[in-house]
């Protein structure tokens, strides 16, 4: 390990796998964790779930997350996505435009999924900001990230913003999304038109 911030990190993901969050927490708090990107992102977890106290801690869990983005952590952009999903933050309120683009532009399916959603929540958003978003969006979205599926699964079945409306496309979208554990296309599935659900069922079949 090169440091003691990443021994301390590392030490910090032990306990959590075994289940001891408040040896994990003081680990954590140690100040060379918190100057480690990777111990920024699993302390904005932390805060941001309540571990180990079922006490979530929004504000904390902010500036941890915009730490470890500004660090290029993985994590910290997860929890940022939470926390953007949950309307505690709007992911425009932040200045890491320039980040998000050089973040998905190396790869990151978070970072393209982000990048994503803050083009297409932009007001003043142009043709050629659409027509991006859409692409770092599929691009997520064939990379896993459950989001993403969700949300281009609504675009593909309505034909919004200048997608090509596909029924069976969307059902194949809202399968995927469903299986990774979204619970948007969750309601999709289960609650809403019978139409839905015979693209969903066809996407099974294949």
Known sequence: LSSRGDLKVALA???????????????????EARANPAGQGMNAYMTFFGIPDFRPNYTRAIDFATQAVSNDDNMGLFIWTLLANSNRIEASDFELSGRLE?????????GKYMLARRLLADENRRPG?????IGWLQSAASEGIVDAQATLAG?????EIGVTQDAQRAGRLYLDAYLNGSAVARFAIINEGR????EVMRAMQS
């Open 102 to 110: 050089q973040l998905a532009r190396q790869g990151s399916p978070i």
């Open 129 to 133: 900001d659409v027509r991006a978003a």
């Open 195 to 198: 139409e839905r659900d015979q």
């Open 155 to 159: 675009l593909v079945e309505t034909g």
């Open 13 to 31: 993901r032990a306990h959590m796998s075994a289940g001891s969050y408040r040896q994990a927490s003081k680990l954590l708090a140690r100040p």
